[in-house]
Nanobody, 125 residues
Framework: VQLQAFGGGLVQAGDSLRLSCTAS????????MGWFRQAPGKEREFVAA??????????IYTDSVQGRFTIARDNAKNTVYLQMDSLKPEDTGVYYC?????????????????WGQGTELTVSS
């Protein structure tokens, strides 16, 4: 499975942005999908994940983005989205999408087998 994330950019605090992650190869509906981010000088951290097969936006989130970010998947398009609203400067970082063979959504980075190349988001204050 190859993952490609895109949609990052430079925005202002309070803005909204949607990231997309497109999968090629084996269909993404076979994987639970997650988003992680890495701020400069920090470790990569969990942001959101959605279980295998779900078409809606029933995801899990890290506390700092709960209520502001929404993860959703469109299995017909092999694409996972991360809708980000009310962005804050602390959301700045490189965002990575990842695929896990586990059926349930998971926060654990080591359970994701495939990773995209990352897309950079900068939120200015």
């Amino acid at each position: 499975v190859q993952l490609q994330a895109f949609g990052g950019g430079l925005v202002q605090a309070g803005d909204s942005l949607r990231l997309s992650c497109t999968a090629s190869g084996r269909t993404s509906s076979s994987y639970s999908m997650g988003w992680f981010r890495q701020a400069p000088g920090k470790e990569r951290e969990f942001v959101a994940a959605i279980a295998v097969g779900l078409r809606g936006s029933d995801g899990i989130y890290t506390d700092s983005v709960q209520g502001r970010f929404t993860i959703a998947r469109d299995n017909a398009k092999n694409t996972v989205y991360l809708q980000m609203d009310s962005l804050k400067p602390e959301d700045t970082g490189v965002y990575y999408c990842a695929a896990s063979l586990q059926g349930v959504a998971t926060v654990h980075r080591e359970r994701y087998r495939y990773w995209g190349q990352g897309t950079e988001l900068t939120v200015s204050s």
